[in-house]
């Protein structure tokens, strides 16, 4: 059983930062990739980035691009999202997923919820103007 548990939400102002993490636990399958997705009240989950096992191939959404980071740390079984220049527009729920899907593409990280077969409770980020 695969568990995933997000950390590090909170209320900040806007232009402030919010560093989250996500810890894996139990048995993880293989090489995966990890994935934020935020969901706000009313709307469907959305993709925000996500990052390959390597680590050197990682996607952002446009609409976090320059100013999200997602790393990963995989002796930790962790993954991250550092969070700056929050907007309130960024408040929402934030997921992370693994992707176990094997891709013919060596470089392709998939920005569909669908692909994503395991999910964490969330975290909520609340940003204030």
């Given at each position: 059983q695969v568990q995933l548990?997000?950390?590090?939400?909170?209320?900040?102002?806007?232009g402030g930062s919010l560093r989250l993490s996500c810890e894996v636990s139990?048995?993880?399958?293989?090489?995966?990739?990890?994935?934020?997705?935020?969901q706000a009240p009313g709307k469907e989950?959305?993709?925000?980035?996500?990052i390959?096992?390597?680590g050197t191939i990682s996607k952002h959404?446009?609409?976090?691009?320059?100013?999200?980071t997602i790393s990963r740390d995989n002796p930790k079984k962790a993954v991250y999202l550092q969070m700056n220049n929050l907007k309130p527009e960024d408040t929402a729920k934030y997921y992370?997923?693994?992707d176990t899907t094997i891709y013919s593409s060596s470089d392709y990280v998939s920005r569909q919820r669908?692909?994503?077969?395991?999910?964490?409770?969330?975290?909520r980020v609340t940003v204030s103007s």
């Open positions: 548990v997000e950390s590090g939400g909170g209320l900040v102002q806007a139990g048995r993880a399958p293989g090489f995966y990739t990890m994935g934020w997705f935020r989950r959305e993709f925000v980035a996500a390959r096992w390597r959404a446009d609409s976090v691009k320059d100013r999200f992370c997923g693994i669908s692909s994503y077969s395991f999910w964490g409770q969330g975290t």
